[in-house]
């Protein structure tokens, strides 16, 4: 596997320096529905994690485990805690995990610019699919979060969870003229479908957004449309605006079997289920599986 | 940059005439539309656009740009006007009360302070120190001027939306006074960017009267 920028370091074997780096630990929220995470914020995390090759111990949020949930996802080395997706990869790449070193100046300024468009046109759209629209939140992500935390914690944390995210869309989106909720949700739904739409165009028919190696912003489109695109929901619309954009579907089924074919506890790979026939994408950056 | 004819009005009760409460807005025939996004709409179903020729792939960065810029200049200037104490205390608290009597001033500033303190904790910048703020700064100018490199506009040699939008926030940045000078600084590190302005500024508020107000960069 050759690499272009000659020294730098890649990948988790032949770590460069001789520096023995601390074990990484990862605690965020676990999988379902072919995901490795339903959490956008914890799925970016593990994307950029495969990507760059970094070695992480996934810990998965479950009943029995003990610890705060509110900052998920969090990073923790040995003297080191690190909450949220963008302080994350920030660390990551300090500690040579870099997903990015092919890029150019132009496309790393790219890569932020598209990181803002996403956070600002689907994020909220993202968040009401799952969190305020009441059929969704009562069927489907409120049971899920709340089997996997203990009692009486999962009396209070999912509603938490679930205000802070009204609370998201409507201050940075619910202002005048907007009063209504109803007037925010089209608004928000409208962005979220043109936002869409724009990176179907930027998409095109490559592969990943920058060329043929994944990077910060594929870590980040794929946390933010993996999630809708898989999960079942009663109320759709999103999702079937989704399901159209056929680059955008292949894109992440792509990343799905490739870097997510073994499920976390590394179990072989023939628990993945369906078997990926058309597995002739070769594994770059994958190496031996962690 | 479209070439229309505008005279601009400076009034304080501006975000009340406003239509979504926020400035600027403008007044055409018994029309009135506010902020950047629809006004530009509004102007394009007339016929002027600045955006007709780029393709959809360009379109599709412009739009993520200025998205960057909203997400990162914008927040840094709302938190750096009301989140540093500093500032705040100064010069933020006396501009935004000054048109109103003794209590209503301190009400007002503190009621705003207080709302853009929510926002801020609601998209995860309650937390940050003045620091840090200063970094994302910093790294969105540096997209900024990466993006630019050495081109007279964002997209090469016509400016568009985005150019006016950077313009807007950088030169407000550079010319405002505040108690530290770290945020223009953070700006003037960037050459390719000062130089952009100072091009905006002669190009389209020049001596030959484009503006009704001359702009001074220092």
Redesign the interface.
């Known amino acids: 596997m050759e690499r272009r920028g000659g020294g730098h370091f890649r990948g988790a074997r032949g770590r460069g320096g001789g520096k023995m780096a601390a074990p990484l630990e990862l605690r965020c929220w676990g999988g379902g529905w072919g995901l490795p995470s339903v959490h956008s914020e914890s799925l970016v995390v593990l994307a950029y994690a495969k990507f760059s090759g970094a070695p992480l111990k996934v810990s998965v949020i479950d009943n029995t485990w003990r610890g705060s949930r509110g900052d998920v996802p969090v990073l923790t080395s040995e003297d080191n805690t690190v909450s ?1 997706p963008a302080k994350i990869l920030n660390f990551l790449r300090k500690q040579k995990y870099n997903a990015d070193y092919h890029l150019s ?2 496309q ?3 890569t ?3 990181i ?2 996403l ?3 689907l994020l909220p759209a993202v968040l009401h699919t799952f969190w305020v629209e009441n059929d969704n939140y009562f069927t489907v992500t409120k049971p899920w979060f709340a089997s996997r935390i203990p009692f009486p914690l999962s009396l209070i944390l999912p509603g938490r969870m679930s205000k ?1 995210a009204l ?2 869309i409507l ?2 989106k619910g ?3 907007l009063f209504h909720l109803k007037e925010v949700e089209a608004q928000i739904y409208r962005d979220a479908k043109e936002c869409l739409n ?2 179907s ?2 998409l ?1 028919t490559s592969q990943f957004f920058f060329g043929d190696t994944p990077t910060t912003l594929d870590a980040y489109v794929f946390g933010f449309l993996a999630p809708l695109y898989k999960v079942r929901f009663p109320k759709v619309q999103l999702q079937e605006h989704l399901k159209q954009l056929s680059n955008l579907c292949r894109f992440c089924d792509d990343i799905l079997s490739c870097y997510f074919r073994l499920s976390f506890s590394g179990d072989s790979y023939i628990k993945a289920g369906k078997s990926n026939a058309s597995e002739d994408i070769s594994y770059k950056g994958l190496g031996t599986m962690e | 940059m479209c070439e229309l004819p505008i005279k601009v009005v400076c009034r304080a009760n501006a975000e009340y005439m406003s239509p979504s409460g926020k400035v600027p807005f403008i007044h055409v025939g018994n029309q009135v539309v506010s902020e950047l996004g629809p006004i530009v709409q509004f102007v394009k179903a007339k016929g002027h656009s600045l955006s007709d020729g780029l393709d959809e792939v360009q379109k599709a960065e412009m739009k993520a740009y200025m998205e960057l810029v909203n997400n990162m200049l914008l927040t840094a200037e709302l938190y750096l006007q009301w989140c540093d104490e500093a500032t705040v205390g100064e010069i933020t608290h006396s501009r935004y009360g000054f048109p109103y009597p003794w209590p209503l001033n301190h009400i007002l500033a503190y009621q705003k302070q207080w709302e853009v303190k929510r926002k801020m904790k609601a998209i995860g910048w309650g937390n940050k120190t003045l620091d840090q703020v200063l970094e994302d700064v910093d790294q969105c100018c540096q997209a900024l001027s990466q993006r630019l490199g050495t081109q007279p506009y964002f997209f090469n040699k016509q400016p568009t939306e985005l150019d006016a939008l950077v313009f807007g926030h950088l030169f407000t940045i550079l010319t405002t006074q505040l108690t530290n000078d770290e945020l223009s600084e953070k700006v003037k590190n960037y050459s390719n960017l000062l130089a952009f302005c100072r091009r905006i500024e002669q190009n389209y508020f020049g001596e030959n009267g484009k503006g009704r107000i001359p702009l001074r960069l220092a």
């Open positions: 949220q100046a132009k790393g300024a790219d932020l610019a598209y803002a468009l956070e600002e046109k802070r609370n998201r201050l940075t202002e005048p003229p724009l990176l165009d930027r095109g």
